[in-house]
């Protein structure tokens, strides 16, 4: 609709077109151009370094190391080396099990916790979600050392993931917080007229409220999942002394020094890490921006 | 009014049911909020005042880690110092730059779709992906970016390797993460009222005048929430300058292992990196307590100053 603009104003006769009508046609074809050269400049900075990284993956080592821009032959090969390296199946395991878990445990407690924080008047309301976005605002380094103590001295879980995994099914703060904002956004009736058709709050919870907030829950989900991916601090806290439970981000960092002259295997390597956030990231594009847009406006 | 019509003991009834199903529905979180925050914000200012090395009983020893870490502890005013360099520095460019792209964004008419993606792709790569990758872009002797720089005869820095160079490289990785505060402001963007742009137009205002009196005015809620969630952010910063250190010192480590941080010359040593070679390396348990209750009382206090001037940022709680 606004593309066509430019065809469109491009349309009258030229005999007709007089002189003043002329000058802004062509000022706004300057500007027109000005800002999708803008742009595209602008977007060279985001894309190059996918460009160069996906490039140097597929270089043989000695051109890797050369600084050279494209490759003289393709070895494609270079991700199948990546998959045969000793441990990066098991960090792929450990990713996998930390990320699906963690964003399953996250959705099962948020969504009650959110519900109830969203519409039940109860007193203590407010301070309890004044609580929670506090949470939100604490940094994570104040809190881990006693906590890595109970895990390590008392539960001896310490060189697992389950430090990590476990919490989150008692409530992430952050995944509460963004829930009961999108579920304010469901009209109060809906429960009401569940509530005179006698439906419990459970089965109105469930069949009412999870459904209409879909996309809520999605973006609470997708969000979660790649914290947890992304995840690097945890893991080094948690599972960095037991090579067996290393993720892909504790893993990535320690193959540079494994591979320590091979750019192009760990360049490979680190877009086989991306690979993942980049697939769902196109099948949920939408669910994403909501989640962010919805943070970043009502947070 | 079918609530008054009941007889008290059923009213008492009802409440309590009401009470009982509000704590079902919070149990996981009640459960959670004081085992996984409470316990471990107390233990930490219990053990801010011990002598503890996780290996004997602790001791008490009184304020002696406050005085120790405030006053003696080596490598204190570079984790500082940096913290603070980024919180400005970055933060202020993230916003202006995250803002200038959603301008762009909202100014494209021809493929808007894809240059919103190619804008937004990068915030979602892990950082520690992220951060080997631009060592390697970054790396002097091997790294494209240097590659091209030389073949376009401009002097290219040592990025990552050289102190001066190595935080404003942890900038330009971050502003390349942009993504999420375009997002924001794109959508703050938008929701400007049209009439307002064509009021200002008949007034007589151009393009800045526009920008001046009707965008900037709506927007400052939204920056104002970039700058103070990005304040928390960066005081907590930590993945990228960790292994951006740590993979251009060039030296074989893998995670768990002793290094000095902050490499190039303390460039990139940030206070919650401090916080976790304290606690996880040296094992002095006390100081890492101290340390982290103070990035704790400064994350706090900005947040609360910066909030007092605009008390519109809680009012979605309502």
């Known amino acids: 609709m606004v593309t066509t603009a430019l065809t469109t104003r491009r349309a009258p006769a030229r005999g007709t077109t007089t002189g003043p009508a002329r000058r802004a046609h062509r000022t706004r074809l300057l500007h027109w151009i000005a800002v999708h050269a803008v742009a595209l400049a602008a977007a060279l900075f985001f894309v190059l370094p996918f460009v160069f990284v996906w490039l140097t993956s597929v270089m043989s080592d000695a051109q890797a190391m050369s600084g050279a821009l494209w490759p003289h032959e393709w070895h494609w090969s270079n991700y199948l080396t990546v998959f045969e390296t000793p441990g990066f199946l098991d960090w792929w395991k450990n990713s996998l099990l930390y990320a699906g878990l963690g964003t399953l445990f996250t959705v099962c407690s948020a969504v009650p916790v959110a519900h109830a924080l969203a519409t039940f008047r109860f007193r203590g309301r407010r301070t309890a979600l004044l609580l929670v976005i506090s949470t939100m605002m604490l940094p994570p380094q104040v809190i881990v050392i006693p906590m890595y103590l109970v895990w390590a001295q008392q539960l001896h879980l310490a060189g697992s993931l389950w430090p990590l995994i476990l919490p989150m099914a008692f409530g992430d703060a952050y995944s509460i917080f963004l829930l009961r904002q999108f579920l304010l956004t469901i009209p109060r009736e809906y429960l009401e007229a569940a509530k005179v058709d006698g439906c419990g709050e459970l089965r109105t919870l469930l069949k009412i409220i999870v459904p209409m907030a879909r996309p809520g829950i999605a973006a609470v989900a997708l969000f979660q999942f790649f914290f947890c991916w992304n995840d690097y601090f945890g893991p080094q806290i948690y599972a960095a002394q037991n090579p067996a439970s290393w993720t892909l981000s504790l893993g990535l960092e320690s193959f540079k020094s494994a591979h320590s002259v091979n750019w192009n295997l760990t360049m490979a390597a680190t877009l086989l890490v991306m690979a993942p956030v980049m697939v769902v990231f196109f099948f949920a594009q939408k669910a994403f921006v909501e989640g962010v847009t919805l943070t970043g406006v009502k947070g | ?318």
């Open chain 2, 1 to 318: 009014m079918a609530s008054t019509a009941l007889a008290p003991p059923a009213l008492r009834r009802k409440r309590r049911r009401e009470r009982l199903r509000t704590l079902g529905f919070l149990s996981p979180w009640l459960v959670g909020f004081p085992v996984f925050f409470g316990y471990p914000l107390i233990a930490t200012v219990y053990f801010s005042f011990m002598h503890y090395n996780q290996i004997e009983a602790p001791e008490f020893v009184g304020l002696r880690n406050w005085t120790y870490v405030l006053t003696q502890m080596p490598l204190l005013g570079p984790a500082l110092w940096n913290t603070l360099w980024l919180v400005v520095v970055m933060v202020a460019l993230r916003v202006v730059f995250g803002l200038g792209i959603g301008l762009l964004v909202t100014k494209i008419k021809t493929g808007a779709g894809l240059f919103r993606t190619a804008f937004y792709l990068p915030y979602l790569a892990p950082p520690v992906a992220a951060t080997v990758a631009f060592v390697f872009l970054l790396n002097p002797g091997t790294g494209p970016v240097n590659g091209l720089l030389g073949a376009l005869g401009i002097p290219a820095p040592a990025w990552f390797n050289d102190p001066a160079w190595a935080k404003p490289s942890l900038v330009v990785l971050s502003l390349w993460g942009i993504g999420d505060l375009m997002v924001i402001f794109v959508a703050a963007l938008l929701d400007v009222p049209r009439e307002q742009y064509e009021a200002a137009e008949l007034d007589g205002a151009g393009s800045w005048g526009k920008f001046r009196y009707v965008t900037w005015p709506s927007l400052t809620p939204i920056v104002l929430f970039a700058v103070v969630t990005g304040v928390v952010q960066t005081m907590q910063y930590y993945t990228q300058a960790l292994v951006a250190g740590k993979l251009a010192s060039g030296v074989s480590i893998g995670p768990g292992t002793v290094i000095q941080p902050g490499y190039p010359d303390h460039a990139t040593l940030t206070v919650p990196q401090l916080v976790y070679s304290l606690g996880f390396q040296n094992f002095n348990t006390g100081a890492a307590c101290v340390l982290s209750l103070v990035l704790f009382v400064l994350a706090m206090a900005v947040t609360t100053l910066l909030l007092r001037k605009r008390a519109g940022l809680l009012r979605a709680e309502d």
